[in-house]
């Protein structure tokens, strides 16, 4: 998967962002705040933001059934979601600890 969003995703999200930062009259390699960027894109126009949060232990088990990998990698059982749900918190706790 991380190889995957390395290759192909991320940079056509990145491309993407060049563009509307382009369309907007902002330089991309110099402008690279959000608030110029929103500015560029939206205008005068106040953007409507909607945010929405879902429960987290609700959101990991959306993945792990959506997800045929994870099921293939740790068993599609009530332990292969545990052994799931330990390793996602344990990559966020290395990644939130550096």
């Not at 232990?57 to 068993?75: E, N, V």
């Amino acid at each position: 998967v991380e190889a995957c969003m390395d290759a192909k995703c991320f940079p056509l999200a990145q491309e993407a962002d060049k563009s509307l930062a382009k369309a907007g009259g902002v330089d991309y390699l110099e402008d690279q705040i959000v608030p110029l960027v929103v500015r560029g894109v939206y205008g005068e126009r106040i953007p409507r933001l909607v945010a929405l949060v879902r429960n987290p232990i609700d959101r990991l088990h959306s993945a792990f059934y959506g997800y045929p990998h994870y099921q293939g990698r740790h068993g599609n059982s009530p332990e292969g979601f545990l052994g799931y749900v330990k390793e996602q918190v344990g990559a966020f706790r290395n990644c939130s600890s550096e």
